[in-house]
């Protein structure tokens, strides 16, 4: 176990090229020592020894690459592969690769087009001019990708363009294997290399579940590095497990180990099944299990509701390849999340003490560490509890692992292009509550001159253009100081939601667990 309090960080900030394409900054530089990193491969190596394959690619083709390479981009937002975001279903949020793509990319779309918000980041935001796929209304099977394969003519379109330029990155939301099988079969018929800007499916699918990410860190960190945490792969032993914690805690937490942004999260109240018999506690589960809709559930995570928390620190990361170096913390960001399961509803720059923040910085990147020997490239985040009173003596707690894109990372890449270094002109970002204009041209007009243009520093900046309900207008708020740009964020969302002036506050708030 590695021991958690040496001192191993100092700030700055250092730009790491990728080829011109996606700014990478980082803000705490990390260094671990030699002891540290021969834990880290040992570790690594036993993982290795126990699944061979973890990395395994060979099965997309011969012309399939973790990383950058030559040619344009495909921006491939799709949330299917994560367990209840998706649901198989189009998603507005898929117009968050826009906000990666520049010159000359491409995009697929599942969700209708939406002419207004492509128009919007092209001219105002000025990210550049791309090229949208969107495949034939009778590919009706499987995820985005998938869709992309069977329309043969997107994908001779992109097989062209590959072999025209010399290769081809595709830029996936997450590494599933469908976009790998995508890549795969634009390489072997444009006859080059095309990278893949993500993991490995294998390798994706392990750090992507809370129980899998779960063992690590407690094996690299320490049991103390998590909350009591067990799992359960039957309604019998969950039962056992949930009766078991209820004894000592007032809330226990149960889990599907994919699900993203608090939507798979069940919170339990212990004092509802403290004095059950065991076959009543069973029961009450599984009709909990009933009424939240969760398909084939097992296996699932289990643990303490902690309380109180503090805050819920986010470390953003990109991780090269092994050759290129350590991973880089691009920043640390407090969630904004509500409801009694902590559902996101946005992110601000974290303000810490300074202890506090290299502390997180640093078992982050070990962690990040272990997975880039198993394979990780790409992009990837970890999420964190602090617990108790005081940030400055508060026990660290980490919860999962985002081996993806998501609501902060998006954000934090899209200011760094459009001002140049986050840091320097902080945001808020804010996933609303309340839906807002059905039309994106509408909520641009409510917006007015509070948008963010080029040439300045301040302003609303939209990442996705909603579902056409008002739902999932998803948006940032830039301005000097991250105080400025938490009230612009509350103004912008009482505006779209009541076409108000802006004197309502935001809703969003913190639960006392997490």
Known sequence: MVQPDRPVAEHGSVRHPLGGRLPVIEHVPVRLDPSELEEVDRLAARIRAEVPGIAAASMFGDRVRAGFGAGPSLFVHDLSPVQLAGRWTPSPLEYRGFMLAGEGDFVALWMPRNPAFEAYCRDVLGLGAVEVLRPAAKVRRGALAARVIQDGGLLTRLADVARRRGGLNVQPYIGSGAVWALAGAIGEQAGVTVHVVAPPPGVTRRVNDKTWFARQAAEL???????????????????????????????????????????????????????????????????????LGWPRPFPLLVSVWESPVCTTPSVQLWIPHAAEGLPVVEGVFEQQVCGPTGVF????????????????????????ALFQRLGYFGRCSFDAILVGADPATAELHWIECNGRWGGT??????????????????????????????AFDEALERMGDRLFSAGRRRGVVFLSPGDGTGRGLAFLALAPTAAAACRDASEASAILADGADGTRTCSARRPRGA
Not at 238 to 250: E, K
Not at 346 to 367: F, S
Not at 411 to 436: C, I, K, S, Y
């Open 221 to 291: 960190l320490g049991e103390r590095a998590l909350p009591d945490t067990t799992v359960a792969h039957s309604m019998a032993a969950l039962a056992a497990r949930v009766r078991r914690l209820a004894h000592d805690h007032d809330r226990i937490a149960i889990k599907l180990p994919s699900a993203a942004g608090g939507e798979g999260n069940a919170v339990l109240d212990a004092a509802c099944v403290r004095d059950l018999p065991l076959a009543a506690v069973r029961e009450t589960l599984r009709g909990l299990l009933r009424r």
């Open 345 to 368: 509803t946005g992110a601000v720059p974290a303000d810490l003490p300074e202890h506090t923040a290299i502390r997180i910085a640093r078992e982050a990147v070990l962690l990040a």
């Open 409 to 438: 990372s998006i954000p934090m890449t899209l200011v760094n292009r459009l001002t140049g270094d986050w840091a320097e002109t902080p945001f808020a970002v804010v996933a609303p509550e309340q839906p807002g204009p059905p």
